[in-house]
């Protein structure tokens, strides 16, 4: 199990490879299907105009961003209510629903790793190789343990997206997670998809 | 007179929440012995045993990803649906409030998420049979995006698979579900089938086929012969937990059949996850029982 801190430099992140066991400690953010397409919209593609607080909180995220760790995960918040907010399950979603944008807001932000579950695709796997970036594999589900590894709650952006789509800015300590794509073309996902076709070629005679 | 069940409810949708079902911890825990020691299948599911205890000890949700609600309501001859519901929904809102649940009802036009659970009459989803007798048993299924999301239907005959109208062509198209989802509906999971209906029913029968709990065999011979196949040979596929290598991709398999019409024959695919979470409250002379 290595112990990474974020921000993460370039090197480790070329140290890394697709298998590695790993434990991540510093400051996150979370976003996923709304916070994509939000921000491939209003800052990427700038298909849309900004509006409200969306400049204010694009000058925020890009400092957690740069170097930083982007989680796909709607969580469980306690303290709704007070604003004394509380994680209290946050275990990953499944990544390959942001595949269309990932490359490209990887790149805009200098994100060093993408958090999620399932893996992403071929364009992301690009963009890991020459951002240099990488995936990292929450275990699916761990919710309850995962949101343990949660120190504090810094704080939310757009919550009018809706506590699982949020922008929640989180302090972490020690959250495991898996190298499941590295920044040298390897995916652990491709090579179980190529093992497992070849079984079911053979099972269904196809 | 009908009782208020608002509480009872209430205390179903904590337990389903956050206690997985001992059948399925057990499963779990035989798959997580049969898999290599250092291997990242067994520390995956090592840490999915972990996460099971301290949700049950925390009281707090299995998973963040609390899915769409499903009720299933037997209720006597003369109960009121209208007035069920309302409790459910009452049950549902303040299950949310308490973070038993994710908010997790989104209107599809204008993206706006509800914030209490409460969408349509489709949310939270609530069946109703009438049933002889005074006992009410309602039970509760929640059902993650992420194990919906890799749920499907096909249509038989289908050329590329050459699968055909009979139970080898149903095995084809299971075996293609389980081969496309890899890991993403979080294997280990569990396969609901329905075979027939029209699409709408054939869902509703592969959600159902799920309630039958894991050591009952299907009563059909020739479908309990091709659930333990379907699991048998899923396995060898080796996509393992989290679809990151290992010896068990399906704990299970659970078909149910039901009409047809000539035209159509449906084969729809419930994907569970792993956090297969269902539970039942029985209510009968004023007790209520939980299962």
């Known amino acids: 199990m290595r112990e990474i801190q974020i921000p993460i430099d370039d090197e480790t992140i070329r140290s890394l490879k697709a298998g590695d066991a790993v434990s991540l400690t510093g400051v996150m953010?979370?976003?996923?299907?709304?916070?994509?397409?939000?921000?491939?919209?209003?800052?990427?593609?700038?298909?849309?105009?900004?509006?409200?607080?969306?400049?204010?909180?694009?000058?925020?995220?890009?400092?957690?961003?740069?170097?930083?760790?982007?989680?796909?995960?709607?969580?469980?918040?306690a303290g709704l209510e007070t604003g004394e907010y509380k994680f209290v399950a946050a275990g990953p979603t499944t990544s390959i629903r942001e595949e269309p944008y990932e490359a490209e807001v990887i790149k805009h932000f200098n994100i060093k790793g993408v958090m999620g579950k399932g893996g992403m695709g071929p364009k992301t796997l690009q963009a890991c190789q020459e951002a240099p970036a990488v995936y990292f594999h929450a275990v699916g589900g761990?919710?309850?343990?995962?949101?343990q590894s949660v120190q504090k709650v810094l704080g939310v952006y757009k919550l009018e997206f809706g506590v699982p789509e949020a922008m929640w800015v989180i302090e972490v300590k020690n959250f495991p997670a898996i190298v499941t794509m590295d920044s040298h073309g390897n995916s652990l996902h491709e090579s179980i998809l190529k093992a497992s076709e070849a079984k079911y070629r053979e099972l269904l005679g196809v | 007179m009908q009782p208020d069940l608002t509480q009872e409810i209430l205390e179903l949708v904590r337990?389903?929440?956050?206690?997985?079902?001992e059948d399925v911890e057990q499963a779990l825990a035989q798959a997580r012995d049969?898999?290599?020691?250092?291997?990242?299948?067994?520390?995956?599911?090592?840490?999915?045993?972990?996460?099971?205890?301290?949700?049950?000890?925390?009281?707090?949700?299995?998973?963040?990803d609390t899915g769409t609600?499903?009720?299933?309501?037997?209720?006597?001859?003369?109960?009121?649906?209208?007035?069920?519901?309302?409790?459910?929904?009452?049950?549902?809102?303040?299950?949310?409030?308490?973070?038993?649940?994710?908010?997790?009802?989104?209107?599809?036009?204008?993206?706006?998420?509800?914030?209490?659970?409460?969408?349509?009459?489709?949310?939270?989803?609530?069946?109703?049979?009438?049933?002889?007798g005074d006992t009410v048993t309602i039970k509760l299924m929640l059902k993650g995006g992420g194990s919906e999301n890799v749920s499907t239907q096909y249509k038989l005959p289908d050329t590329r698979l050459h699968a055909g109208r009979d139970l080898e062509g149903v095995y084809k198209v299971v075996m293609d579900a389980v081969y496309q989802a890899q890991g993403k509906g979080c294997a280990p999971g569990f396969l609901g089938v329905g075979i027939g209906g029209d699409r709408g029913a054939s869902f509703y029968a592969a959600k159902e086929a799920l309630w039958r709990t894991l050591d009952?065999?299907?009563?059909?011979?020739?479908?309990?012969?091709?659930?333990?196949?379907?699991?048998?040979?899923?396995?060898?596929?080796?996509?393992?937990?989290?679809?990151?290598?290992?010896?068990?991709?399906v704990l299970a398999t659970r078909i149910k059949a039901i009409h047809r019409l000539p035209a159509s024959y449906f084969v729809s695919i419930a994907y569970m996850c792993w956090a297969y979470r269902r539970h039942t409250l029985i209510y009968r002379n004023g007790k209520a029982e939980y299962k």
């Open chain 2, 216 to 249: 009952e065999p299907n009563p059909d011979p020739d479908l309990d012969a091709l659930e333990k196949r379907i699991t048998e040979d899923a396995n060898k596929l080796g996509i393992g937990p989290m679809g990151l290598g290992g010896k068990t991709t």
């Open chain 2, 15 to 21: 337990l389903t929440a956050t206690s997985l079902p």
């Open chain 2, 34 to 64: 049969q898999e290599e020691p250092n291997s990242v299948a067994r520390s995956v599911l090592d840490t999915i045993l972990n996460n099971v205890k301290m949700a049950r000890e925390h009281s707090t949700p299995i998973c963040q």
């Open chain 1, 29 to 77: 953010m979370t976003g996923r299907d709304a916070v994509h397409k939000w921000m491939i919209e209003t800052f990427i593609r700038k298909t849309r105009e900004p509006q409200g607080d969306d400049l204010e909180v694009y000058e925020a995220i890009k400092k957690i961003l740069d170097g930083g760790v982007l989680y796909h995960c709607g969580p469980v918040v």
């Open chain 1, 142 to 147: 761990a919710a309850s343990l995962i949101a």
């Open chain 2, 69 to 132: 609600p499903i009720f299933y309501v037997d209720m006597p001859a003369g109960w009121s649906m209208r007035e069920m519901r309302r409790q459910i929904e009452a049950a549902v809102a303040e299950a949310t409030k308490r973070v038993y649940l994710r908010p997790n009802a989104v209107n599809s036009l204008t993206g706006k998420n509800t914030g209490n659970n409460l969408g349509d009459e489709y949310f939270p989803t609530v069946h109703f049979h009438e049933v002889d």
